[in-house]
Every structure is written in structure tokens, then in C-alpha cells.
């Protein structure tokens, strides 16, 4: 009796150990993360539907300036998913001098990997309280190079002017940024009063 109740204890115990192990594995498995992204879809293609809420990139450039990125949502280009197009984008650049500039577009778009095409209407504002309007920026992700598509206007304390073309560029490998306006530029300068009389 007690060596058949043994030998029916060796068959039933792995049986039991198996039923448990197959029941925490099916049944305690915490949601898919790949479900969890804010993805909004609106038909059958999910390559020209899916859509990502919410965008959010921050990293730095190879000279260590402060980049974010930011969009009101996101969605894939075209079929092989290699670029994205953003909607209600914002780039943020932070100067190692603290300086920061900020610009907006209607709309974004990734392109080879290391390009933003900023199209639509585009905003570039500095801290040092100067604005340029301009129709398109063609960007790199990784380092601070931005140049205009079209005519730019820009104002700020004491002058406005226009300019065929804007680039933005790091000065010879440094941290340090400048704004290059070229083709025809014209500048209207305003000098600010003291306010003493």
C-alpha cells in the first residue's frame, strides 16, 4: 500500500507542479507594453493611419546642446516606416551659454534619418527676444545646422529685417550659434531709447 500510494505521488506531483506552473504564466501576464503606446488607428492600412499621441524626443547634439522635440501626434510617411511626419511640432534647442531657441511648425518630417522638414509656416524665437517667420526650415537632428526653404522676416529689440535666406550654425566647431540671413537682406534699424529724458 504504501509503495503504490509512493509511486502514484511520483506521477501526480510533476502533473500538479506542471497545472500550476502553465496557470502563472496564462493567466498573471501584465498587459503587452508594445499595446500601452497611444497609438490611434482609423482604417485598414496601418501604415497611413496609425497614429502616435503625444510625441516626445530629447537627446543632445555632438557639441552637447540640449535638443527636445515635441508634437501634438505623429504618424508614419510611407510604407516601409523610415520617416515620420509630425503634426503641431516643437523643437526646443538650449545653448550651452543658456540661451534657448524655440521653434514652431504646422507640420515635421524625418527624412534620412538625421533631417527635420519643417513645412507650413515656421516660428523660430531666441531668449534673446528675437523672432523669424518663414515658411520652411530644413534642420539636422544631430547637430545645429537649419536653413531656410523660402524668404524669412524677423524682428526683434531694435531693428526688423528680411532676408531671402536664414541659416543657423555653430561657429567653427563651438558651442557657440549664429544666425546668417543672405540674398537680399533688408534691415530696418530702430535705436532703443533709455528712457531718460
Same mark, same amino acid.
Request: no cysteine; net charge negative.
Given at each position: 500500500?504504501?509503495? +503504490?500510494?509512493? @509511486?502514484?505521488? *511520483?506521477? &501526480?506531483?510533476?502533473?500538479? @507542479?506542471? $497545472? &500550476?506552473l502553465s496557470t502563472i504564466f496564462l493567466y498573471s501576464r501584465g498587459p503587452d507594453p508594445i #499595446? %500601452?503606446?497611444? $497609438?490611434?488607428?482609423?482604417? #485598414?492600412?496601418? %501604415?497611413?493611419?496609425?497614429?502616435?499621441?503625444?510625441? !516626445?524626443?530629447?537627446?543632445?547634439?555632438?557639441?552637447?546642446?540640449?535638443?527636445? &522635440? #515635441?508634437a501634438r501626434q505623429a504618424r508614419f510617411s510611407n510604407p516601409e516606416n523610415t520617416g515620420m511626419v509630425a503634426d503641431d511640432l516643437r523643437a526646443i534647442?538650449?545653448?550651452?551659454?543658456?540661451? +534657448?531657441? $524655440?521653434?514652431? @511648425? %504646422? &507640420?515635421?518630417? %524625418?527624412?534620412?534619418?538625421?533631417?527635420?522638414?519643417?513645412r507650413d509656416g515656421v516660428t523660430l524665437e531666441s531668449s534673446s527676444g528675437y523672432t523669424v517667420r518663414t515658411n520652411g526650415l530644413d534642420a539636422a537632428i544631430d547637430r545645429i545646422e537649419i536653413e531656410s526653404t523660402s524668404e524669412v522676416d524677423a524682428d526683434g529689440p531694435g531693428l526688423t529685417l528680411s532676408a531671402g535666406k536664414l541659416r543657423v550654425e555653430?561657429?567653427?566647431?563651438?558651442?557657440?550659434?549664429?544666425?546668417? !540671413?543672405?540674398?537680399?537682406? *533688408?534691415?530696418?534699424?530702430?535705436?532703443q531709447q533709455d528712457g531718460a529724458e
Open positions: 500500500m504504501y509503495s +503504490r500510494l509512493i @509511486a502514484w505521488l *511520483k506521477i &501526480l506531483l510533476p502533473l500538479g @507542479a506542471l $497545472v &500550476l #499595446a %500601452t503606446l497611444p $497609438v490611434l488607428t482609423g482604417g #485598414a492600412d496601418p %501604415t497611413r493611419t496609425e497614429q502616435i499621441g503625444s510625441p !516626445f524626443y530629447a537627446g543632445t547634439t555632438e557639441n552637447g546642446q540640449g535638443l527636445t &522635440l #515635441a534647442i538650449d545653448v550651452s551659454d543658456g540661451n +534657448r531657441i $524655440v521653434i514652431d @511648425a %504646422t &507640420l515635421g518630417q %524625418t527624412e534620412d534619418g538625421d533631417r527635420l522638414l519643417l555653430e561657429i567653427g566647431g563651438t558651442s557657440d550659434i549664429q544666425l546668417l !540671413f543672405t540674398d537680399g537682406v *533688408k534691415l530696418i534699424y530702430m535705436p
